[in-house]
T-cell receptor, first 110, second 116 residues
Framework: GNSVTQMEGPVTLSEEAFLTINCTYT??????LFWYVQYPGEGLQLLLK?????DKGSNKGFEATYRKETTSFHLEKGSVQVSDSAVYFC?????????FGSGTKLNVKP | DAGVIQSPRHEVTEMGQEVTLRCKPI?????LFWYRQTMMRGLELLIY????????DSGMPEDRFSAKMPNASFSTLKIQPSEPRDSAVYFC??????????????FGEGSWLTVV
């Protein structure tokens, strides 16, 4: 079947620290991969995506590379800000369904 | 452009009452999705529509839940009778096309339901 596994949170970092949130997936076929972000009290917003192997998605300083050989799509940012505090969801799509991970909460302290 | 609009944003109701959640998708979007989010189960797809027709309702938890889409700009999710375990955030989302080739879905801000 199709599924996404994310590292458990919360992840607590100081401002300007390096961020990695791990995501691995199981899929039949060739899914598209996404990172969504959810700020408190809001819906999910697309952060970045990649549609084929070796593609790199990037947005707002965040990056993730679609690694088919390791079935991974880890999220990285070189220098986090307090405003990045949110819950991050890794997801894949296959045949018109999104499969979301359980979410990783990020807390960034000043 | 306006995003996906949901109402009510917050609802507190007593067990046994009927609850109706409403959604207006982004204009021109052909697909509409209803999700439920809880701490225990994360995000679950309940049902989705294509051109107002329900395509997959396998995620609807039980007969107490029903969803309709009478036209391209409006959908409802109804719970009757409601139970405390239905307490969750219910999200509506829409997409322009099917989800192949990395097409994106756009979420509303959610309806926060508490059943007491």
């Amino acid at each position: 079947g199709n599924s996404v596994t994310q590292m458990e949170g919360p992840v607590t970092l100081s401002e300007e620290a390096f961020l990695t949130i791990n995501c691995t997936y199981t899929a039949t076929g060739y899914p598209s991969l996404f990172w969504y972000v959810q700020y408190p009290g809001e819906g999910l917003q697309l952060l970045l995506k990649a549609t084929k192997a070796d593609d790199k998605g990037s947005n707002k300083g965040f990056e993730a590379t679609y690694r088919k050989e390791t079935t991974s799509f880890h999220l990285e940012k070189g220098s986090v800000q307090v405003s990045d505090s949110a819950v991050y969801f890794c997801a894949l799509t296959y045949f018109n369904k999104f499969y979301f991970g359980s979410g990783t909460k990020l807390n960034v302290k000043p | 452009d306006a995003g996906v609009i949901q109402s009510p944003r917050h609802e507190v109701t007593e067990m046994g009452q009927e609850v109706t959640l409403r959604c207006k998708p982004i204009s021109g979007h052909d697909y509409l999705f209803w999700y439920r989010q809880t701490m225990m189960r994360g995000l679950e797809l309940l049902i989705y529509f294509n051109n107002n027709v329900p395509i997959d309702d396998s995620g609807m938890p039980e007969d107490r839940f029903s969803a309709k889409m009478p036209n391209a700009s409006f959908s409802t999710l109804k719970i009757q009778p409601s139970e405390p375990r239905d307490s969750a955030v219910y999200f509506c989302a829409s997409s322009l096309r099917d989800l192949g080739s990395g097409n994106t879905i756009y979420f509303g801000e959610g309806s926060w339901l508490t059943v007491v």
